[in-house]
């Protein structure tokens, strides 16, 4: 079984940064930077300031038993009961249901998976 920072270490090693920095560019994806006087407003991250934010999500979510966050763009889900902890892009995601019906079982989403060979 491997360790949370195995597990860390090899998602920061297979997925694709440069990918997500790629979509992040073409799209005019911004983060907010900086409070006060350090303020630098809204920019592109570069694909280190992406690794770091995805890393240090990876790392809070190892923290906890069962955990999702969302910032970014980003994606950690992490259930240490099943053993796995999972980062991804999100591009576009979308659902829809009647209140009454709740959730559906299975809802329309758009996911960028970096890992795999996508085009830009």
Known sequence: MKTDQEKINSIMERFNFAKVHDVMVETDWRWAWGMGQLNEGL??????????????????????????MECGGFRVVRDRK???IELSFVAAECSEWDEEDGPPSKAHKTFFNPIEDLEV
């Open 43 to 68: 920019r592109v991250p570069t694909i280190e300031e992406i690794r770091f934010h995805a890393r240090r999500m990876l790392v809070e979510a190892c923290e906890e038993n069962q955990y999702q």
């Open 82 to 84: 099943e053993g796995f």
